[in-house]
């Protein structure tokens, strides 16, 4: 027994508790455990409370660390983060209406931002700093960043830290479901904003909530489903949801070293405003927009080795596409390949498949890190391209490809429309999958290369082609194709002679041409004697300077000059004109017989031919009409052996004058009435006709002002005016009958001069000075312009189509990407002095008409009476 109670005292006091509180009995241990519990506890820490007894998603990444917490966004920060450049930019990954936004799109252009702190709040803030200092000028460098001081667009407050202090944690839940303009899913060029002017997107709150996070080593991304409500007055509703991803990327910590653009060269750029030291002139300066391309061996490179780059550009394509599209596409990208293999990079470009999540855990379309292609279940046959570059430096970062649904579909016609004259095997409802693989790759290498490496367009270069070479040497069609260059867009021989493919002639590019290589040469070499961006653009543009007069490697950037073309090809207009509509009119009286009933049984597909045709037709007369009143125009330095502007010689103006007002009178061949009855009630051809003719005569007299002064060798404004006179009166001098264009014609000629001699301005005898009947209606037709006020009638003319492309280019570019220096444009001339010309016009045209205001038929009669009577009330 008493070894018994030993053993249990020793045990009661190895176990901490005292013989007496044991003795104490029930109450004393209660205390005892008491006492215990109450010893301090950890504290709980702020970052904890923001996470416990709630539900959180988590995804940690290199630049940050995002947290969904029920329904709120908290951004964990690291502090390292601080005042890094990053790029902000919002992505479509779903919709409820493809009209209103593009899956895979970025409706606006990326900010560049930067996280920073003030007190215990962090701001966002964005950079939109265009200025460079190019010397050591310090002081002006800190006069800028005070006129240059990032705007924030949020701040937040700091909730916690993390464990160790390294990093801050904020809400920011509102930038990504808050009524942000400039992250928003609607996109400005949409279809719905395109048709439906004047409808407006609500945001709706309420109805839109985070619903996923996930970061990655160089950028993070926030999903969330956005709504909309949009209206025009009480006659439109609709609700339109976006799953947007938005995206923030790090932007290289040292920005790659710019390199300046030769304005010889067709680049997009990025233009900054470079100020110098000791008060020079401020000049911009435009940095070339490229991929980083650097050699992977060095060493390898500078021995002439060709050596695969550090970082290649690797496209994925969207497994949606069927085999043969995917192909194709891939096949168009890789053309660019043989341009860097020549400056010494191979495997430059990749294309791979979509990976699935085994291959690439990371992988999404919206990953900034990855270039995608994806596909857009649209209706619209487009493509559209959003190309991310680095607005410290240039340096592309990341493209995007969207090619609709519907682009495969409306191909066809344009083939159609340019090549069924020269390959039979068109001629069909259906296209060999040959023949559209070949252009699908073609409209491929084209479309990368204006919108993704860097490059634009250059229309200019199919000029470097004879057109009787594209006409007559089948050898030479197969060795060039159509074009030097496919940054032209040349993709068809349309003056190719009927069956020209049965006798040998190639119709369409042979691929990248020699005009590519220079451009991706002087875009991508690397310089490595050149130690700044300047000597290196010295270098470059010794480059270009040897190729100066050469037409080959002509770049021109102009609205009306001959030679800059859309879907034009060969040296000369006239020559493609005579050539192209005698291959037109044999499709238009064919085409019906090509197409079977049971592959069209409704000529739905007929149809579209049909008026695919007749737009061509129109694309030629207006070709036409520029030849007459355009002039050739030449990117150059000083001491460039070629001229800034050269005007086109009288007799070639003439004679396309002379072809655009017979076309006046629109050909039996593309009417076609007996076929358009089969189709459905329609328009009158003639009368569209009519108007768009009308419009070319007169955009051709306000563009012709540019010409005044420039002696009797050119066709100038006042020359054309009594051109003009002539030619729609000339039936009336002659006593014959005239025709249903001729009265047309006729009527808005005299209007024209009415309203450009200004007489229509005074007011009518009425004692309240209200304007004439005669004078408002025409003040009030559109068609009728005054020529005396070019400015506003330049405007005029630009607002109306004169050119309908069948493939909508946009020359439009964002302010990160935009083409090197602004598009040539007519200047503005003030000729006042030309009201006494177009007086003196009507008071000779009252007496051409007198002699028939009362003979001939009673149509005749009215229409001259009209006009007499007109000009009496004017000048009398």
């Known amino acids: 027994m008493k070894r018994y109670l030993i053993c249990l005292l020793s045990l009661l006091l190895l176990s901490g508790v005292s013989t007496a509180t044991f003795a104490k009995g029930k109450k004393s241990k209660k205390k005892a455990q008491t006492t215990t519990a109450a010893a301090p506890a950890k504290k709980q820490s702020e970052y904890d409370k923001l996470f416990k007894d709630k539900q959180v998603k988590t995804s940690k990444g290199g630049i940050m660390t995002l947290h969904i917490v029920d329904d709120k966004l908290f951004v964990e920060l690291p502090l390292k983060m601080l005042n890094r450049d990053m790029m902000l930019m919002s992505s479509v990954a779903e919709i409820t209406d493809h009209t209103d936004s593009y899956v895979g799109l970025s ?16 701001l966002l803030r964005r950079d939109r700093s265009q200025s460079v200092v190019a010397d050591n000028g310090e002081e002006i460098r800190r006069a800028l960043a005070q006129s240059n001081m990032p705007a924030i667009l949020g701040s937040y407050k700091i909730k916690a830290f993390n464990a160790d202090s390294t990093a801050v944690v904020f809400d920011m839940t509102d930038l990504f479901i808050g009524n942000e303009s400039l992250l928003t899913a609607i996109d400005p060029r949409s279809e719905t904003k395109l048709v439906l002017r004047g409808v407006s997107f609500n945001q709706k709150k309420d109805r839109s909530m985070l619903t996923d996070v996930a970061a990655f080593d160089d950028n993070a991304t926030v999903t969330s489903y956005i709504t909309y409500d949009s209206k025009i007055g009480k006659t439109y509703n609709k609700v339109t949801t976006a799953k947007l991803v938005r995206s923030l990327a790090l ?72 085999a043969q599209m995917s192909a194709a596409i891939t096949k168009g990208i890789l053309e660019w390949n043989k341009c860097f293999e020549a400056i010494g990079f191979k495997n430059a470009i990749r294309v791979r ?72 095997s068109v001629r069909q409802r259906y296209m060999p999958d040959s023949t559209l693989f070949e252009h699908i790759k073609n409209h491929f290498t084209w479309l990368t290369g204006v919108d993704c490496f860097g490059m634009s367009y250059n229309l200019t270069s199919s000029a470097a082609f004879s057109s009787d070479s594209l006409r007559h040497n089948a050898a030479f069609t197969q060795k060039y194709g159509t074009t030097p260059s496919m940054l032209d867009i040349a993709k068809y021989n349309f003056i190719a002679p009927i069956d020209a493919v049965k006798k040998g002639f190639r119709i369409t590019p042979v691929g990248v041409g020699e005009y590519d290589y220079h451009v991706v040469k002087c875009l991508y070499k690397p310089v490595p004697e050149a130690k700044t961006s300047e000597e290196e653009l010295k270098v470059i543009e010794k480059w270009v300077d040897a190729t100066v007069g050469n037409p080959v490697y002509r770049y021109e950037n102009a609205k009306d000059c001959p030679d800059c073309g859309a879907n034009d090809v060969g040296d000369d207009d006239i020559k493609n004109f005579k050539y192209a509509l005698g291959n037109l009119q044999y499709c238009m009286e064919n085409f019906d017989k090509w197409i079977s009933d049971e592959d069209d049984p409704e000529y739905l597909y007929r149809n579209g031919i049909y008026n695919y045709l007749y737009r061509r037709y129109k694309q030629l007369l207006t070709q036409v009409a520029i030849t007459a009143y355009g002039v050739k125009t030449y990117e150059r330095k000083a001491n460039d052996p070629v001229p800034s502007y050269e005007f086109t010689p009288y007799a070639e103006q003439k004679e396309a004058l002379d072809i655009l ?86 009527t808005n000629f005299a209007k024209t001069m009415m309203a450009s001699s200004k007489i229509v301005d005074r007011k009518a005898k009425y004692r309240d000075g209200s304007a004439s009947a005669l004078a408002a209606q025409i003040a009030g037709d559109p068609k009728v312009l005054d020529f005396s006020d070019p400015e506003a009638c330049m405007k005029t003319v630009e607002e109306m189509p004169l050119l309908y492309s069948m493939n909508d280019v946009d020359f439009g570019r964002d302010e990160v990407s935009a083409q090197y220096g602004a598009l040539k444009k007519w200047p503005v001339i003030n000729t006042q002095s030309t009201r006494q010309l177009y007086y003196g016009i009507l008071k000779e045209l009252r007496q051409v008409v007198k002699p028939y205001i009362n003979s001939s038929d009673r149509r005749t009669r009215e229409h001259y009476r009209f006009i007499y009577e007109s000009i009496n009330r004017l000048i009398d």
């Open 107 to 122: 409706p606006l252009r990326p900010l560049q931002v930067k996280f920073d702190t003030i007190n215990r709040t962090v």
């Open 251 to 322: 932007l290289p910590e040292t920005p790659m070293r710019p390199r300046l653009a030769d304005f010889r060269l067709p680049l997009n750029v990025l233009g900054k405003y470079n100020y110098h030291s000791d008060y020079k002139l401020m000049d911009p300066v435009y940095f070339a927009t490229r991929w980083r391309m650097e050699p992977s061996d060095q060493a390898a490179y500078d021995r002439g080795e060709a050596v695969e780059p550090k970082a290649p550009v690797v496209f994925y394509i969207d497994t949606t596409f069927t």
């Open 353 to 424: 498949p979509f990976p699935t999540p085994e291959e690439d855990p990371q992988f999404s379309p919206q990953n900034f890190r990855y270039n995608c292609i994806n596909y857009v279940p649209s209706l619209t046959g487009d493509t559209r391209v959003r190309t991310y570059v680095d607005p410290r430096s240039g340096e592309i970062l990341r493209t995007t490809v969207m090619v609709c649904h519907n682009m495969t579909w409306e191909m066809p016609f344009e083939i159609f429309v340019f090549t069924a004259h020269a390959d039979p």
């Open 661 to 746: 007002y017979a076309n006046r009178y629109m050909p039996d061949w593309v009417q076609r009435p007996e076929l358009v009855r089969l189709m459905g009630i329609q328009r009158e051809r003639i009368e569209e006709h009519k108007d768009y003719l009308s419009l070319l005569m007169n955009a051709t007299a306000t563009r012709l002002f540019i010409y005044e002064g420039q002696g009797k060798d050119h066709f100038d404004h006042k020359r054309y005016i009594r051109y003009m006179f002539d030619k729609l009166f000339e039936k009336t001098r002659k006593g014959q009958k005239l025709s249903d264009e001729d009265f047309y014609y006729q």
